[in-house]
């Protein structure tokens, strides 16, 4: 087993309108296998979110480390997080976040132009991720011409398409209907299976569970069995 991803006694505090504190993590201990799907599961408030905010990147936490490929990444500086965030990483979002008014073609080229790809390989690459995820014949149509799985997919295509090392996908099929978002997790399932991708996926849809490689359940910001 080949842990790429790993935290010791995760803990995220926020102070809120009054001045009490309300601890969103207690310490949480969890370990990322490279090559797999794991499945942050919890209900709304349950803590997942957070945790995958930090898993990424995208804060920090009040104590507790997040240790990437074997470094702290928690101490990092910001220029360093966001080099790492551009190159190591992608992010599958809820709401997709794609360029309205760019085509399916322009948001994959886009996102390499920013994680700055070679520019003589772009094309190619933005064609075979748009492949990869059933897309090359919708390669010139916008997000509003498109439907929701579709859109899914185009971002789920710009997030493989600079090579991360691991993916997070934070509630990607909340917004889809049952068998949209079905497709989509086999998807995920596809690229683990088929091109070795690491992807951490929070839900709280327990239809989700069968297709996990491995499941962490959040309480009250703490993982339960």
């Known amino acids: ?49 957070t945790l995958i905010n930090i898993l990424g990147a995208l804060d920090r936490p009040t104590k507790g480390k997040v240790m990437f490929k074997g470094k702290d990444i928690t101490r990092l500086s910001e220029g360093a997080r966001d080099k790492l965030r551009r190159h190591e990483m992608a992010f599958v979002f809820q709401s997709v976040a794609l360029m309205s008014g760019m085509t399916a073609y322009e948001n994959v080229n886009f996102g390499l132009r920013l994680a700055r790809y070679p520019y003589d390989k772009r094309d190619g690459r933005t064609r075979e991720c748009l492949a990869a995820v059933g897309l ?13 799985g579709e859109q899914q997919r185009v971002a789920i295509a ?15 099929t909340a917004e889809l209907d049952s068998g949209t978002a079905l497709h989509i997790v086999k998807l995920f ?37």
């Open 189 to 225: 399932k596809e690229l683990v299976a088929d091109r070795g991708m690491t992807i951490i996926m929070t839900t709280h849809d327990p239809g989700m569970m069968d297709v996990a490689d491995r499941v962490y359940t959040l309480e009250d910001g703490e993982i339960v069995e």
């Open 158 to 172: 710009r997030a493989i398409a600079h090579e991360p090392s691991i993916i997070f996908a934070d509630e990607p």
């Open 1 to 49: 087993m080949e842990v790429i991803l790993s935290t010791e006694d995760l803990c995220r505090d926020f102070k809120i309108g009054d001045g009490s504190v309300v601890s969103a993590l207690k310490g949480i201990n969890v370990e990322i296998e490279k090559g797999k799907l794991t499945v942050l599961r919890g209900r709304s408030g349950s803590g997942k979110t």
């Open 136 to 148: 090359d014949k919708r390669m010139t149509h916008r997000p509003g011409e498109m439907s929701g």
